[in-house]
């Protein structure tokens, strides 16, 4: 016969191994949530990605339309969603907000509530980013008249109302979150027949959006359209400027761009409309 063939080789790389069983990897509290819809009969054929949650009212706007007529948002999620009842049957939304005073006083009980109706919504207490590594300060002013709106990782955005009132910006140690990541990671495990997005994240947009167009989340058949409220004033420094990220977007090869609109909707700011649960 031929002889097999002989070479002579020592490979004591890794020797000590030091690397996690899958079994053993700390769980990703943000995807083992999600991956609970994954289970359910109903499956999630509507997705809204919510950055930048504030007080909770964009997603209420989404499941409770009736509540708030006068909402910027209505149309596009009547376009990319349907009507309310189909929403509330077959929607999902997952919502980021960084300041962590908002789930004390209305986010926590907004997921309760709904949940407890059958609507599937996570709000999650994460800095949104470009890496899921570390923390960040995030400043906020817990005395500000328009629910901490300016609240984020630029400490003279939150300055500039704080000096109004004569007080001092509040700073929080908050974990990042790579969106990027968990939009693709999502859409992946769900398989929604629609996804729509809103980013309103005081100046983050400028680090978490390149990289959500390098990895392919911001591809037509991944997400197909994001409204934006800008804030170039307070883009970090070094990051590529709004024009250049736009550009950035319609350059890509691999796949149809995402469409983004230009909306800031701040109506109903404070909310004020009962939930179901207590009305």
């Given at each position: 016969?031929?002889?097999?063939?002989?070479?002579?080789?020592?490979?004591?790389?890794?020797?000590?191994?030091?690397?996690?069983?899958?079994?053993?990897?700390?769980?990703?509290?943000?995807?083992?949530?999600?991956?609970?819809?994954?289970?359910?009969?109903?499956?999630?054929?509507?997705?809204?990605?919510?950055?930048?949650?504030?007080?909770?009212?964009?997603?209420?706007?989404?499941?409770?339309?009736?509540?708030?007529?006068?909402?910027?948002?209505?149309?596009?999620?009547?376009?990319?969603?349907?009507?309310?009842?189909?929403?509330?049957?077959?929607?999902?939304?997952?919502?980021?907000?960084?300041?962590?005073?908002?789930?004390?006083?209305?986010?926590?009980?907004?997921?309760?509530?709904?949940?407890?109706?059958?609507?599937?919504?996570?709000?999650?207490?994460?800095?949104?980013?470009?890496?899921?590594?570390?923390?960040?300060?995030?400043?906020?002013?817990?005395?500000?008249?328009?629910?901490?709106?300016?609240?984020?990782?630029?400490?003279?955005?939150?300055?500039?109302?704080?000096?109004?009132?004569?007080?001092?910006?509040?700073?929080?140690?908050?974990?990042?979150?790579?969106?990027?990541?968990?939009?693709?990671?999502?859409?992946?495990?769900?398989?929604?027949?629609?996804?729509?997005?809103?980013?309103?994240?005081?100046?983050?947009?400028?680090?978490?959006?390149?990289?959500?167009?390098?990895?392919?989340a911001m591809c037509n058949d991944i997400v197909?359209?994001?409204?934006?409220?800008?804030?170039?004033?307070?883009?970090?420094?070094?990051?590529?400027?709004?024009?250049?990220?736009?550009?950035?977007?319609?350059?890509?090869?691999?796949?149809?761009?995402?469409?983004?609109?230009?909306?800031?909707?701040?109506?109903?700011?404070?909310?004020?409309?009962?939930?179901?649960?207590?009305?």
């Amino acid at each position: 016969c031929t002889p097999s063939k002989i070479v002579d080789l020592d490979d004591e790389t890794y020797l000590h191994d030091g690397m996690a069983l899958p079994c053993n990897q700390p769980k990703d509290p943000v995807m083992s949530r999600i991956a609970l819809w994954s289970k359910q009969p109903q499956r999630c054929r509507f997705l809204y990605i919510d950055l930048g949650g504030n007080i909770g009212v964009q997603p209420r706007k989404f499941f409770e339309p009736e509540k708030y007529p006068q909402g910027k948002m209505l149309p596009f999620f009547d376009k990319h969603f349907g009507p309310a009842a189909d929403r509330r049957r077959e929607g999902c939304v997952i919502s980021f907000e960084g300041n962590t005073h908002h789930f004390k006083s209305h986010l926590n009980e907004i997921e309760k509530c709904y949940n407890s109706r059958g609507w599937r919504i996570a709000f999650f207490n994460y800095a949104v980013s470009n890496s899921d590594e570390g923390t960040v300060d995030f400043y906020s002013n817990p005395k500000s008249q328009f629910e901490d709106w300016g609240a984020g990782i630029n400490k003279d955005l939150v300055k500039v109302e704080t000096d109004q009132q004569h007080t001092a910006p509040t700073k929080i140690s908050v974990p990042r979150i790579n969106i990027a990541r968990i939009i693709t990671q999502t859409v992946a495990l769900l398989h929604p027949d629609r996804v729509f997005m809103k980013m309103d994240i005081e100046g983050s947009e400028f680090l978490a959006m390149p990289k959500m167009v390098t990895d392919g989340a911001m591809c037509n058949d991944i997400v197909q359209a994001m409204v934006v409220e800008w804030h170039e004033p307070w883009a970090p420094k070094n990051s590529p400027s709004r024009q250049a990220m736009l550009q950035m977007l319609q350059n890509q090869t691999k796949c149809t761009p995402s469409k983004i609109v230009d909306l800031d909707d701040e109506t109903y700011l404070h909310d004020g409309m009962a939930l179901p649960c207590n009305q």
